[in-house]
């Protein structure tokens, strides 16, 4: 079996995060070693103490401690980013592995760890002008467009992506045809309404059994648009008080939401939870899932908010290859609350949504996980 590593900026709470924990778990009890390395942090978050517990290994490539009057300056940056590629190489070296993988935006550190020793795989796991710019002016994401395609025309890094039209994409971005669909997978056992009794998860988490529960579960981020959420929420209350609201997640904007939720004076009607490894007990609780994101690379949440039996309400930049269901309803990001809160009443009301293009076992995590077992043996998949 192959000596793996999976390499990303963090193993915190995010759908990346979360994807990557899962496949090792998998990985290795098909037999192979894996290793996760870090980048930006070592936050001891669910996905990583979930990894440790299981045997994983997870190194954190920690930046190398400078004079506080240098930690904003430019000598400040440079000396921390020699630090970060020394020891990733270092790190690299002893483990001596057979595969790589990479995550996310990331590639301006692999191109220097001798990179024609190995099998290189990158998961693009965003829209692409998230991580990359062929804007010289754009200058990290420009480096980082640069690393990408050098590691796939010089050293044959193999793409991965998630749904079939950022495929077609990516290929025509990089200038490549070595670019693989392998849908992000879901445990789906685990996500089954019947394996959890709503009534008595209500009660512990102090929820009223006539209550409206809307749901979300993402990052504290701009991209995943709470102000938005909250908007709308504020408004169904108005109208209704039997509303409530979950926000699952951890992040750099929490802050600022749960103060945005104080000056609304809707505390008691919100639960803000984070770092949570229950996501299908939370999700047997609400009636609706609310996905506004203002970008979005694929969102498998949303298959297993499907798989749960809820309702979606997303926004209209969410990749239509998400829809496994006929209760996926899409609002424009330029629309009103009004019709925002006129598709959730129509959820709620049990309407269909859009016509789905896909089904739930295509996102099997065992199939999944399969297909990357095969390219990363290299094998090629359909």
Known sequence: MSRIVELIPTMNTGGAETMV??????????????????????????????????????????????PRVLEKSIAGRLIRRISRVSRLKRTINEIDPDVIHAHLSICRYLLRMNPEKYRLF???????ERYYSQDRDNRIKYKEYKSVYELIHKYGMRLITLHD??????????????VYT??????????DPELYEANKERVSLGIGQNDIVVGH????????NHELILEIF??????????????????????????????LNISDRVIMLSNRSDIPRLMSVMDVFLFPSRWEGFGNVLIEAQCMG???????VVPKEVRVTDRVFTVGLDESTDKWKEA????????????????????????SVRNLQRLYQGETIA
Do not use: W
């Open 21 to 66: 924990k899962d496949y090792c778990l998998l990985l290795k009890s098909m037999g192979h070693e894996i290793c996760v390395i870090t980048i930006e942090s070592n936050e001891k978050s669910s996905n990583e103490i979930a990894l440790r517990d299981n045997g994983i290994r997870v190194i954190s490539i920690n930046s190398s401690t400078t």
């Open 122 to 128: 990158l998961t693009v796991h965003n829209v692409i």
């Open 165 to 178: 039209s950022l495929n077609r994409e990516l290929r025509d971005y990089f200038q490549t045809d070595n």
């Open 182 to 191: 392998i849908n992000n997978g879901i445990y789906t056992s685990r996500f």
């Open 217 to 224: 579960v993402g990052r504290f981020h701009q991209q995943k």
């Open 234 to 263: 504020y408004d169904l209350y108005n109208k209704d008080d039997r509303f409530r609201l979950i926000l699952v997640g951890s992040g750099e904007l929490k802050q600022k939401i749960m103060d945005r939720v104080s000056e």
């Open 310 to 316: 809820l309702p979606c309400i997303v926004s209209d």
């Open 344 to 367: 959730i009443y129509n959820a709620l009301d049990g309407k269909k949504g859009c016509e789905p293009i896909g089904c739930i076992d295509e996102f099997d995590i065992e199939n």
